[in-house]
């Protein structure tokens, strides 16, 4: 008895820092146990250190020592030979067909059981033989088997797994050189690029093998290691001799690197006048540098090229096709054996004019530019797409250009890191998101044409085709900046392999592998999860209005006004009674139409189309009445509410697993979701004071713009602090905050609570962090410190740093349990520092248990 109580207390509390994320290999519960069930020898049927083969027998004897407590050797190929699989307690075996074959091991399996990267997990007695159909296929085979041991099982019965499709990349948007800013990785939340420093790449590539590893973990197969807004000095000789060791220290887990390129690099090195790629010498030029680039890198996956886009060159401003410029590339890589990656992320973001044109929209972009050219690339060349027509919005159709290509194979681009979807501050687990586009069926032809199977290449035939993943990892020891937004590398990989595994099932896994054993643990992190993306969309753009954040700045907090009004096209088309994108056939943009006939018809007719996606496709008055019965603008401000409201169950739930789970990990993530509650409240009050003041239709339940339990900090009196009037208004309680007066000041807000009885309250205090400086501010009443806090959101949440006092710093701050005796004096003392005015928007004073 007593010691079942004391044995929590005698386990190790060891922090975690989150840098072998799912690969911990910390010791099952059941280790005793199953240490007599696995094969007491390991053998690696290739000893070269090079190979993947050779990899997997070092990871299996890491798995086992860490899983089990139990110390193997690994031996090679010729010990192999000598003593076959006859020793006491079994042989774990890992190689090729080949290899196995030339042990003279009998590997039963059907001819075409094995596709490439494909393995087979033979169990027989206490023999187990990975196999693998290649090299990287045995290192898959073994991270399996590892999985499972790390879950607790021994695999009894001999299994087989292919991948879904070949191509499974992760693209890295990692800047070689941005104007002065060192290693830094666009849209990335995770610090510094592991790859690049001061233009070169990293002397110190310490962290390259360790991400390797837990990519070939979930069967991905190469990176593309630079941004698609690409430097031309990608292709100089010291860039690629820096990517050679890159790609060496990648090699051993089968992850093969891929570059992006700048389409005018010829004309921007200064080498050429011209970047056409139809003149022979652009042409002897990209085949010298690739044949270059093979010399130093021989297994080179291939060219990622974004072109024609976003200010980008490309061949569209030389009269060329996108077909033109990308089989200029495809040409060079053929002989070597690469695959020119082309996106369809292709617009013209300067000459969209909303109020002009009706019809225009940046929507139809892909589809246009790609008219007339399938089956007009090489064999060679990949069209990736994003899943949306936009861009990573928080639900979108899927792109219709999957239904177009059927002479060309696609990939489908998917977002690990959280662009516009918290930033890895708001928690997000992505699978019913990417769910939705793969599962979708295009019905080209009348037929079944799931976009998952067409990327698979299984539609229309086509040999290539797969998977991107933006992936955003950097020096941070998390990775991505969260230890929660791991799952989403985690899953990605899974899905790339199997796009039918479980949501449930897949963060279940990886709770068990990231923090143990636990129950609680395991419950609360899948409901989290799954609850992530309806709470997030819910909170920010509904009914498929686009996440409605700042999309001229970082992309991150509220401003749907930053929508409409400029040509980037992403508008909502929001007026004083009417909102949402035409995209109908007869009156609309015709978007609609760009799907085959069975889906047009559903988008195009506004009463097939799902509530989820009316405002992407049509123009309706606020008052128009949903399937649901709610009306637009009733729904906006229900889901807004029940949105945040869910978030503040957050943080509760995470408490409850406080001592279930590694401290760090824990409050690391604790302090995230604390974070998330306050700011799923300015998002809710920022969207709804918007479409409130703009429709002038009030909330039937009354809670929009009515915040009883609040004080205005600008109605306080105030010593050296002023009144400043918040850009964009909705992003602030009464349009105003107060800064100090000026930065070498220090301020004071107080106001007498005559108004509040004598009890017990939640104290929450809503001020502006800006990436600027550190300001600092203290609470108390009566001369009683409530608390202290310090404005280094920069060095402890991931986000984008913003400089700018708006919905993006705003941050909501709460302290729990507070006694305040009526008339008591409430005081906020501001100190300002750098550029940073220590601004207070308002102070909220409820009873605990509500949200205001
Ligand atoms: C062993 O691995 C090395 C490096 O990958 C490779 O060059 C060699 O061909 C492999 N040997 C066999 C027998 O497969
Ligand atoms: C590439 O980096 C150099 C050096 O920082 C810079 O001058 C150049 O403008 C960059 N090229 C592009 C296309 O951004
Ligand atoms: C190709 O470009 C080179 C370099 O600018 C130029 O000298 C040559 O005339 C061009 N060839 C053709 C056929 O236009
Ligand atoms: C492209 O074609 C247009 C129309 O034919 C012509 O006006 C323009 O000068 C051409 N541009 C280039 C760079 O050749
Ligand atoms: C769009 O056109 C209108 C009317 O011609 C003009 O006032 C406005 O400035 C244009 N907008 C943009 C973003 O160019
Ligand atoms: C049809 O288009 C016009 C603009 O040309 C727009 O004002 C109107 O709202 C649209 N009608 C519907 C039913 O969406
Ligand atoms: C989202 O909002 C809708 C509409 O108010 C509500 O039915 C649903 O329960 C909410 N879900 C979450 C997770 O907030
Ligand atoms: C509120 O909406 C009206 C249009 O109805 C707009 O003119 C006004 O500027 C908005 N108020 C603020 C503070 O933006
Ligand atoms: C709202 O802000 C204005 C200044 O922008 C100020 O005059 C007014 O007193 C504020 N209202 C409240 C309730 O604090
Ligand atoms: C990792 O990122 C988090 C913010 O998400 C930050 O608090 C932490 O200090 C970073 N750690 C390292 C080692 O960079
Ligand atoms: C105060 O702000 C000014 C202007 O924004 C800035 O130049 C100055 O460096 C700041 N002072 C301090 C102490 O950082």
């Not at 929590?8 to 994320?21: C, F, M, N, S």
């Not at 060159?313 to 890589?333: D, H, S």
């Not at 990605?492 to 595994?501: C, E, I, K, R, S």
């Not at 503040?648 to 604390?674: C, I, N, Y």
């Amino acid at each position: 008895m007593l010691w079942a109580l004391l044995l929590p207390l005698l386990q190790p509390v060891v922090a975690e820092t989150g840098i072998d994320a799912w690969l911990r290999y910390a010791r099952v519960p059941n280790c005793g146990k199953l240490r007599h069930e696995v094969p007491g020898r390991i053998v690696a049927l290739n000893n070269s250190e090079a190979s993947p083969v050779y990899t997997a027998g070092q990871e299996l004897a890491l798995g086992f020592a860490g899983i089990l407590d139990k110390d193997v050797q690994v031996s090679d190929t010729s010990s192999a030979k000598h003593h076959g699989s006859h020793g006491h307690s079994g042989t774990l075996m890992v190689g090729t067909v080949d290899q196995f074959a030339d042990a003279s091991m009998d590997v039963d399996l059907d001819d075409d059981e094995l596709i490439a990267d494909g393995y087979h997990i033979s169990i027989s007695g206490s023999d187990v033989h990975i196999i693998g159909e290649n090299d990287r296929g045995a290192l898959y085979g073994a991270f399996n088997y590892l999985n499972a041991l790390a879950q607790g099982n021994v695999p009894s019965e001999s299994y087989t797994s292919n991948p879904d499709a070949p191509i499974r990349w992760v693209n890295h948007w990692d800047n070689l050189q941005d104007g002065g800013t060192h290693g830094s990785v666009e849209r990335g939340y995770g610090g510094e690029s592991i790859f690049y420093w001061d233009g070169s790449v990293r002397e110190d590539l310490s962290r390259v093998p360790q991400y390797a590893r837990l990519l070939a973990s979930v069967g991905i197969n190469g990176a593309i290691v630079n941004n698609v807004n690409a430097n031309e000095s990608m292709v100089e000789p010291y860039i690629v001799q820096g990517l050679q060791r890159v790609a060496d220290l990648m090699r051993p887990y089968g992850v093969q690197i891929g570059m992006s390129l700048n389409f005018a690099t010829p004309e921007l090195l200064g080498v050429l006048d011209t970047y056409d790629p139809l003149n022979q010498s652009v042409i002897d030029f990209w085949n010298q540098r690739t044949d270059m680039i093979y010399e130093h890198i021989p297994d080179l996956a291939g060219y990622l090229i974004k072109a024609s886009s976003e200010g980008q060159p490309g061949p569209l401003a030389i009269n060329r096709t996108l077909a033109e410029g990308a089989n200029l590339f495809a040409k060079a890589l053929q002989p070597h054996g690469g695959i020119t990656m082309f996106r369809a992320f292709v617009y013209d973001s300067t000459s969209l004019n909303e109020t002009e044109d009706w019809r225009a929209d940046r929507a139809n972009a892909a589809v246009e530019f790609f008219d007339g050219l399938d089956g007009k690339f090489d064999d060679n060349v990949v069209i990736q797409i994003k899943y949306g027509p936009i861009d990573f919005q928080v639900r979108e159709p899927a792109s219709p250009l999957f239904a177009h290509l059927k002479n060309t194979p696609s990939a489908i681009e998917l977002q690990v890191t959280q662009e516009y979807l918290g930033q890895q501050d708001h928690v997000m687990y992505f699978a019913d998101l990417w769910k939705s586009v793969l599962d979708f069926d295009l019905r080209v032809d009348g037929e079944q044409s799931l976009v998952k199977d067409i990327i698979a290449g299984r539609r229309f035939n086509q040999p290539l085709g797969g998977y991107a993943a933006v992936s955003g990892i950097g020096l941070n020891q998390t990775w991505l900046g969260s230890h929660l937004a791991m799952s989403n590398l985690y899953l990605y990989g899974q899905m790339a392999w199997n796009p039918d595994v479980s949501s449930a099932g897949v963060i279940e896994d990886w709770t068990r592998l990231t923090f143990g054993f636990n129950q609680d643990v395991i419950d609360t992190v899948r409901e989290i999860s799954l609850e992530a993306w309806p709470t997030y969309e819910n909170y920010t753009g509904n009914l498929g209005i686009q996440t409605l954040t700042d999309i001229l700045n970082a992309h991150y907090g509220p401003n749907p006004a930053s929508q409409d009004g400029n040509p980037w096209g992403q508008w909502t088309r929001a007026d004083t009674f009417s909102i949402g994108m035409d995209r109908t056939i007869e009156n609309g943009t015709g978007f609609a139409g760009q799907y085959p006939p069975e889906v047009a018809q559903m988008y195009d007719n506004i009463e097939t189309t799902p509530d989820d996606l009316l405002l992407w496709f049509h123009h309706v008055p606020y008052t128009y009445v949903l399937n649901s019965g709610e009306t637009v603008i009733q729904h906006f401000y229900n889901a807004h509410y029940a949105g945040s409201e869910n978030a503040q169950t957050f943080p509760e739930r995470w408490q409850a697993l406080q001592g279930k789970m590694d401290q760090q990990q824990w409050s690391e993530t604790m302090h995230k979701f604390v974070y998330q509650a306050g700011h799923s409240i300015v998002w809710r009050d920022a969207i709804n004071n918007f479409y409130y003041n703009l429709s002038d239709i009030p909330d039937e339940l009354g809670r929009v713009g009515h915040h009883p339990y609040r004080i205005e900090a600008e109605s306080m009196e105030l010593d050296n602090y002023e009144l400043y009037p918040v850009i964009p208004w909705n992003t602030a309680s009464n349009k105003t905050c107060i800064v100090t007066t000026s930065n070498s000041t220090t301020g004071t807000a107080s106001t007498t609570l005559s108004d509040v009885k004598t009890g017990t309250y939640d104290v929450a205090v809503n001020y502006f962090d800006q990436a600027i400086g550190h300001a600092q501010w203290t609470l108390s009443i009566d001369d009683t410190v409530v608390g202290k806090w310090v404005g280094d959101s920069d060095v402890t949440l991931s986000h984008a740093p913003v400089l700018y006092i708006d919905g993006q710093t705003a941050i909501r701050i709460t302290f729990n349990g507070v006694d305040i005796k009526k008339g008591a004096t409430l005081k906020i003392v501001g100190v300002a520092d750098g550029q940073e005015p220590a601004p207070i928007d308002y102070v909220s004073i409820f009873p605990p248990g509500e949200v205001d």
